[in-house]
């Protein structure tokens, strides 16, 4: 099992350019999140859904789009890039409810100039 | 509204020694989940340990350990005989939420002098 995947790995972006981050997981879990992390801080969730087809906001949701069309896969959507979007993007999944841990993929670390 | 406070940026200790992390949270909710992640260099977020606010017993995983005050909301991670591995940057986080939405603190790096 490959557990959860992303792609690019590392992506650099010009101001106003847009892009997909990929996420995709083989666990078969209906809870899936994006994350991002900027230096020095901790995680903030940006987008989040509780499965196929059902999405909502975290904390920080400006400048990014989701969608959630299968178990497997959710990817995030950057329109019109901007500096203050570089970061490091990390998404995860859980199994069930808040009692259960969150799997993490290894992160694309995304910058724009 | 959840918040996850570290305040220590960050510690340094001998290989073999203890350390203790330290972590507060502020949660309105009855019952909820407290977690350490783990970041290493390689970026990877890592589960060390989990904590039911329901269970009065503190977690343990091997070499750590947590010292849960639920009155105080304090959540410390101690780790025992620490090694080299050891040296990562480490996460509190609280989970209340009916969809599971982690609230992380800012982190704590943590250096393992050999």
Known sequence: NAGVTQTPKFRILKIGQSMTLQCAQDMNHNYMYWYRQDPGMGLKLIYYSVGAGITDKGEVPNGYNVSRSTTEDFPLRLELAAPSQTSVYFCATSARDYSYEQYFGPGTRLTVT | ?114
Do not use: H
């Open chain 2, 1 to 114: 509204a959840q918040t996850v406070t570290q305040s220590q940026p960050e510690m340094s200790v001998q290989e073999a020694e203890t350390v203790t992390l330290s972590c507060t949270y502020d949660t309105s909710e009855s019952n909820y989940y407290l977690f350490w992640y783990k970041q290493p260099p390689s970026r990877q977020m890592i589960l060390v340990i989990r904590q039911e606010a329901y269970k009065q017993q503190n977690a343990t995983e091997n070499r750590f350990s947590v010292n849960f005050q639920k009155a105080a909301k304090s959540f410390s991670l101690k780790i025992s005989d620490s090694q080299l591995g050891d040296t990562a940057m480490y996460f509190c986080a609280s989970n209340t939420g009916a969809n599971s939405k982690l609230t992380f603190g800012k982190g704590i790096t943590l250096s393992v002098r050999p």
